[in-house]
């Protein structure tokens, strides 16, 4: 069976500090994989999305970039943090080839001070 | 921008009851999906319904999409107080290559 891992589970740190969020999917191969954010009380914003190594697309314009160093693994950055990019950080992936239900991992509560 | 917007944005019932929630979507879609999410939690698939489907059934969930309207609603019957979670649709627009856009979702209270 799949599962998916996300860490930190929480994080406070001062703005303009920089930021590395980690996700790893295990049980598949070449999974498609997603970076949303979600502000308190509302619906997810697909930031990111890769559906290989060293492939990533960004949906927003912003202070935050992705990689993905390996099949499975899928890092969210940002070199300096803003009090904007607050929120609720999920990962996801969904099998490769297809586009169908995603499977999201248990998030980061990212708080900027 | 959300392609989804779902209605109510809450909803208190009691155990027993049933729970009807709206999602209306404004541009042609391969699927509609319903995720739940538990308070400050990931969030879980439910059910996903094809474009060329008018209804779909798993367990105590019943959706149905019509595409004329733009619009699906998700039912639970016999709600229990573990469904209080927040609701959610997303969908997968056609050439978007399976990136979904959520709507707000609707907050569910079930109360014993």
């Known amino acids: 069976s799949q599962t998916i891992h996300q860490w930190p589970a929480t994080l406070v740190q001062p703005v303009g500090s920089p930021l590395s969020l980690e996700c790893t999917v295990e049980g598949t191969s070449n999974p498609n994989l997603y970076w949303y954010r979600q502000a308190a009380g509302r619906g997810l914003q697909l930031l990111f999305y890769?559906?290989?190594?060293?492939?990533i697309s960004s949906e927003v314009p912003q202070n935050l970039s992705a990689s993905r160093p390996q099949d499975r693994q899928f890092i969210l950055s940002s070199k300096k943090l803003l009090l904007s990019d607050s929120g609720f950080y999920l990962c996801?992936?969904?099998?490769?080839?297809?586009?169908?239900?995603?499977?999201f991992g248990p998030g980061t509560r990212l708080t900027v001070l | 921008s959300q392609q989804g917007e779902e209605d109510p944005q809450a909803l208190s019932i009691q155990e027993g009851e049933n729970a009807t929630m709206n999602c209306s979507y404004k541009t042609s879609i391969n699927n509609l999906q319903w995720y739940r999410q538990n308070s400050g939690r990931g969030l879980v698939h439910l059910i996903l319904i094809r474009s060329n489907e008018r209804e779909k059934h798993s367990g105590r969930l019943r959706v149905t999409l019509d595409t004329s309207k733009k619009s699906s609603s998700l039912l639970i019957t016999a709600s229990r107080a573990a469904d209080t979670a927040s609701y959610f649709c997303?969908?997968?627009?056609?050439?978007?290559?399976?990136?979904?856009?959520f709507g707000a979702g609707t907050q569910v209270v079930v109360t014993p």
């Open positions: 997303a969908t997968d627009k056609t050439d978007s290559w399976g990136k979904l856009q």
């Open positions: 996801a992936w969904s099998f490769g080839g297809s586009y169908n239900e995603q499977f």
């Open positions: 890769s559906v290989g190594i060293g492939q």
